[in-house]
């Protein structure tokens, strides 16, 4: 009989703490999931996809610690201002977006940082058929607001740098002056906006 109570608390106690979750999805609206690498060595080229959802559960309403998170982008939404340069990262020299047409992130750590309002998240990046964990920053200043409609927001930049050559995007042409083309770096820097 205490065995029962016991399965039955531990129960009770664990539906409460699903019950307790609170749910976000990314307003890709007002939200931008940006790109930049260096160009001949010389300056940086942006872009960002314009395609893309995104999932955030917590514990609570304004901790993020041990969020999960996940994003799915459609690769074939790349958009970097150049129709030609677009087209060449579709391409097989770099996301080979006919094949594979999504790139995802899953989360698989969430902890505050150093600072306030600081979390570093670690996670596993799949582009292409490769799946890598990835560190990235995420910052917030720790508000959350009510919208007309009475909606609860916030907010995240994420920041981190990944090495596009790991994950299958090889292509590059050496310079006359040494170096390469395009930067092996790729920074990650993102504007994500949530609403629960």
Same mark, same amino acid.
């Given at each position: 009989?205490?065995?029962? +109570?016991?399965?039955? %608390?531990?129960? @009770?106690?664990?539906?409460?703490?699903?019950?307790? &979750? $609170?749910?976000?999805?990314?307003?890709?609206? #007002?939200?931008?999931?940006?790109?930049?690498?260096? #160009?001949?060595?010389?300056?940086? /080229?942006? %872009? +960002?996809?314009?395609?893309?959802?995104?999932?955030?559960?917590? +514990?609570?309403?304004?901790?993020?610690?041990?969020? &999960?998170?996940?994003?799915?982008?459609?690769?074939?939404?790349?958009?970097?201002?150049?129709?030609?340069?677009?087209? #060449?990262?579709?391409?097989?020299?770099?996301?080979?977006?006919?094949?594979?047409?999504?790139?995802?992130?899953?989360? $698989?750590?969430?902890?505050?940082?150093?600072?306030?309002?600081?979390? =570093?998240?670690?996670?596993?990046?799949?582009?292409?058929?490769?799946?890598?964990?990835?560190?990235? /920053?995420? /910052?917030?200043?720790?508000?959350?607001?009510?919208?007309?409609?009475?909606?609860?927001?916030?907010?995240?930049?994420? +920041?981190?740098?990944?090495?596009?050559?790991?994950?299958?995007?090889?292509?590059?042409?050496?310079?006359?002056?040494?170096?390469?083309?395009?930067?092996?770096?790729?920074?990650?820097?993102?504007? =994500?906006?949530? @609403?629960?």
């Amino acid at each position: 009989m205490k065995t029962i +109570k016991l399965t039955f %608390g531990a129960l @009770v106690v664990m539906a409460s703490s699903l019950m307790a &979750q $609170t749910n976000w999805a990314v307003d890709a609206a #007002h939200s931008k999931l940006g790109f930049k690498v260096t #160009h001949m060595m010389v300056s940086e /080229t942006e %872009g +960002k996809f314009k395609v893309y959802d995104g999932k955030v559960t917590t +514990k609570t309403d304004v901790d993020f610690v041990d969020a &999960q998170v996940e994003f799915s982008v459609d690769v074939n939404s790349v958009d970097t201002d150049d129709d030609k340069r677009d087209g #060449h990262l579709k391409s097989d020299d770099f996301f080979n977006a006919e094949k594979f047409p999504k790139m995802t992130f899953k989360s $698989t750590s969430m902890k505050k940082g150093k600072v306030k309002g600081q979390y =570093i998240l670690i996670g596993d990046l799949t582009i292409r058929d490769v799946t890598k964990k990835v560190t990235l /920053t995420a /910052t917030t200043n720790g508000k959350t607001v009510k919208d007309p409609w009475g909606k609860t927001r916030t907010g995240f930049n994420v +920041k981190g740098t990944i090495n596009r050559i790991e994950y299958g995007l090889k292509w590059n042409t050496l310079l006359e002056a040494g170096g390469m083309a395009v930067s092996e770096q790729v920074t990650i820097d993102s504007n =994500i906006e949530l @609403v629960k």
